[in-house]
């Protein structure tokens, strides 16, 4: 049963770091702006993507019933309920791989600091850091998992903790609209002179 979950943590493991390198490879500066807005302000990230995460169902309902009561509109909604799913999945997988790009920047960053000789810091290795750090919580419930009580305290926290990650990175997207938005992150955006 211990080697099944490795294995099966493994799989999760390459799955989103194959989606995070695509993400780092096709819209690098969107993913670092909600990286910057999760790392400077987690607290408002969480509670946006908690409201939203409450927020979603409700608004699904009143896309559907709003589409529904105009003949146009009942034709749409097979279309308009796949976009949407595909947003809220593409919004908690998106931030969820920019808080792992926050943590493995912050992690990096320390390690040079302290003087690690670690190579050139970039995306694809903060990344890496960060899923490897996430992902760390649950690599302790395979180790511990077969213990009564305990692995499934482990089990629990491993939950809560990608929970926790996962809003605050929801909350991200929607504060920084997907990376749109670059001066939420806050950036310097220079005065534009007319």
Known sequence: LTALRAVGLAGVFLTLLILGFALVLFGRPQLEVVSDTVARSFGRSFVTGLVGQVLVVPTFGMLVVGLALTI??????????????????????????????????????????SGADIGSPNSFRYLIGG????????ATWVLVGWVPVAGNLVRVAAILFTWLLGAAGFGAML????????????????VQII
Do not use: D, K, Q
């Open 72 to 113: 146009v509109g009942v034709l749409l909604i097979p279309f308009v309920v796949v976009a949407y799913l595909l947003l809220v999945v593409v919004g908690l997988l998106g931030g969820l791989l920019a808080v792992s790009h926050a943590m493995g920047e912050t992690w990096i960053r320390r390690r040079l600091a």
């Open 131 to 138: 899923l490897a750090g996430a992902l760390a919580v649950w």
């Open 175 to 190: 504060l920084s609209r997907a990376g749109i938005r670059e001066n939420f992150a806050g950036r310097l955006i220079p």
